[in-house]
């Protein structure tokens, strides 16, 4: 691919959607339209050709990962792996940065270096971003952007990723419906936030805190368990002993610390799920987690779907067919429970359903 057709494409692209005015992810509607399949709605302009490693060029392109924390972030490793793979094409030059954001700018720095045609970041961190986009942009490298958001530059092609504060919203929404229905008055919430700095933490905590403070819950204490298993053991058997009696739910910001704070919580003796005392939320939703709704130990789980790869291909071929790509895709999400209780709740004005999980839902997730 040859670097100057790419820098064109991109100042084409970029002013192309500058000039459409796309919205800020603050402004995008909540219930956004998810994309449902690499949609060929993806591109605009560009006459949806065949991938661009079809031409027979390799495409290289750098992926600097957030790390190696959690489920989810296996998943999302696996769609960039199997997606961008040598039969498709591709040479991926894959970095984990392990949750350490210098290590992720270096990363990007590497990527410029070696002259890849695409870089793809998952921003640890939700800024710090504008000096090394405004490289990229200067050496001509699209950029584009998955999972948690870049909230302090919009130097990138697109970003495809979820609404964390939907998320939380969609949390806090089924919380205040499944207490109505249980009969349960006072709501004690423990939060084990995810990373800090992370736009998924930043999202789930405000959307969950919205709804929290509407109805006049009490938010007992709110720590990071840094999306980690052993964080969210580590954090919740703190809890079992300053909050002990004093809490009627845990809201874990993803599966892996509802794994860790379930084994903490069964240490010290505190009932947790559907037959138990403490109501269990996570977010997420992978395989695992899914099993530990489907056993009734998580009451329900908010999925954050992983699989952005497709879509990212997407933009890459509309953008080496000229097109220009939409600024932002959001993934399609479900919410998962156990009991057949509700049926739906609302969520900024919008219905949306809760899935009871079986053995076929788990049998089909990632
Ligand atoms: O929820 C968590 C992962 O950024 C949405 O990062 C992602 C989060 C996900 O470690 O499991």
């Known amino acids: ?38 949609a060929e709605t993806l591109a605009e302009g560009g006459d949806d050709a065949d991938a661009p490693a079809a031409s027979g060029d390799v495409i290289t392109i750098g992926f600097a990962q957030v790390g190696h924390e959690s489920d989810w972030r296996t998943a999302s490793t696996k769609s960039c792996q199997d997606v961008f793979s040598e039969a ?28 890849v045609d695409y870089i793809i970041i998952d921003p640890i961190v939700a800024t710090g971003w504008d000096t090394v986009l405004t490289e990229c942009e200067d050496a001509g490298i699209p950029v ?10 919009d130097k990138y092609v697109s970003w ?42 930043i999202g789930r905590t405000e959307g969950f805190k919205e709804i929290a ?4 819950w009490t938010i007992v204490d709110s720590q990071s368990g840094d999306f980690t298993q052993d964080g969210g053991a580590e954090v919740m058997e703190s809890y079992c002993k300053s909050y002990e009696g004093k809490f009627n739910v845990v809201v ?69 067919n000229g097109g220009t790509p939409e600024k932002e895709v959001y993934m399609e999400e479900h919410w998962f429970v156990n009991e057949d209780i509700l049926s739906s709740i609302e969520v900024n004005g919008e219905t949306q359903n809760l899935t009871v999980v079986t053995d076929d839902i788990i049998a089909a997730q990632y």
């Open 1 to 38: 691919m040859k670097r100057k057709l790419i820098g064109l494409l991109l100042c084409v692209a970029m002013t192309a959607t500058l000039l459409a005015g796309c919205g800020s992810k603050e402004e995008a509607p909540a219930d956004a339209p998810a994309a449902e399949a690499p």
């Open 88 to 115: 498709n094409g591709y040479d991926l030059q894959f970095v984990d940065c392990d949750n350490d954001s210098a290590v992720q700018l270096e990363a990007v720095r590497g990527f410029i270096e070696q002259d």
């Open 144 to 153: 584009i952007v998955i999972d948690r958001t870049i909230d302090d530059s």
């Open 160 to 201: 495809v990723g979820s609404n964390f504060k939907t998320e939380g919203l969609a949390a806090g929404e089924w919380l205040k419906a499944y207490a109505e229905a249980k009969g349960i008055k006072e709501i004690n919430a423990l939060v084990i936030e995810g990373s800090t700095g992370a736009s998924a933490t």
């Open 213 to 216: 403070d509407r109805e006049g």
């Open 252 to 320: 874990c910001q993803n599966d892996n610390e509802a794994f860790g704070a379930m084994d903490a919580m069964k240490q010290a003796g505190v009932s947790y799920g559907v037959n138990g005392d403490v109501i269990l939320i996570s977010f997420d939703a992978c395989t695992a987690g899914l099993e530990f709704v489907k056993s009734g130990d998580i009451n329900a789980d908010f999925e954050c779907n992983p699989l952005a790869a497709p879509f990212v291909e997407e933009v890459i071929k509309t953008l080496a």
